[in-house]
């Protein structure tokens, strides 16, 4: 992380949001504003909107990207993420949990838009047929995805299960998936032949 004093902050906010291309990512740009907002100089976002020309609301969208949880923190400052509205989309999920969710399945898609992460909020809500070409979009060649239709009770239970062992419910299932090949003498070299 850069040291700041207020001419780094400054030189921070005007060469990121003055011109067209950022070289800052967004957490170390949202750290300038902190450290402004924070001084005794300035004070609030108000006062600084007012002295360096920006809204309130810029100020405002900049500083959410510190609200984020730290591992979401972390890819945007590794311009995993590197749009104010879609750090904007992920700081109004109010849950963390979530939030990493949508982020690390952002990162996963093949665009960077901002609604994007508004569809990615209601996974749960999608259709199979949505979910597959979510999936098939974000997917890296060599990796082979099922689609598994389970049924509810046994969902929940998967969901159950995978959450008492602190797992993501497809970690789970890949799980018995290997457990189950080993106890039937399946291997990928046995299949080959």
Same mark, same amino acid.
């Given at each position: 992380?850069?040291?700041?004093?207020? +001419?780094?902050?400054?030189?921070? $906010?005007?060469?990121? %949001? @003055?011109?067209?291309?950022?070289?800052?990512? *967004? /957490?170390?740009?949202?750290?300038?504003?902190?450290?402004?907002?924070k001084?005794?100089?300035?004070?609030?976002?108000?006062?600084?909107?007012?002295?360096?020309?920006?809204?309130?609301?810029?100020?405002?969208?900049?500083?959410?990207?510190?609200?984020?949880?730290?591992?979401?923190?972390?890819?945007?400052?590794?311009?995993?993420?590197?749009?104010?509205?879609?750090?904007?989309e992920?700081?109004?999920?109010r849950?963390?949990?979530?939030?990493? +969710?949508?982020a690390?399945?952002? $990162?996963?898609t093949? %665009? @960077?838009?901002?609604?994007?992460?508004k569809? *990615? /909020?209601?996974?749960?809500?999608?259709?199979?047929?949505?979910?597959?070409?979510?999936?098939?979009?974000?997917?890296?060649?060599?990796?082979?995805?099922?689609?598994i239709?389970?049924?509810?009770?046994t969902?929940?239970?998967?969901?159950?299960?995978?959450?008492?062992?602190?797992?993501?419910?497809?970690?789970?299932?890949?799980?018995?998936?290997?457990?189950?090949?080993?106890?039937?003498?399946?291997?990928?070299?046995?299949?080959?032949?």
């Open positions: 992380m850069i040291k700041m004093d207020e +001419a780094t902050a400054l030189s921070i $906010i005007f060469s990121n %949001t @003055k011109t067209k291309k950022r070289e800052k990512d *967004l /957490v170390t740009i949202a750290h300038a504003f902190d450290y402004l907002v001084s005794d100089k300035y004070g609030s976002q108000t006062a600084l909107a007012k002295q360096i020309d920006l809204s309130t609301e810029m100020i405002r969208e900049f500083l959410n990207t510190l609200k984020l949880p730290l591992p979401v923190q972390r890819l945007v400052a590794a311009r995993k993420i590197d749009s104010v509205d879609a750090v904007k992920l700081a109004a999920i849950d963390h949990d979530k939030q990493m +969710a949508v690390y399945a952002l $990162i996963n093949p %665009t @960077k838009d901002a609604r994007d992460i569809r *990615l /909020v209601k996974l749960e809500h999608f259709s199979a047929n949505d979910a597959k070409k979510v999936i098939q979009n974000a997917k890296p060649k060599g990796l082979h995805i099922f689609i239709d389970f049924e509810e009770d969902f929940r239970a998967l969901q159950e299960h995978a959450k008492l062992k602190n797992l993501r419910t497809p970690d789970l299932v890949k799980i018995i998936v290997k457990k189950w090949l080993k106890k039937t003498n399946c291997s990928s070299s046995k299949s080959r032949r």
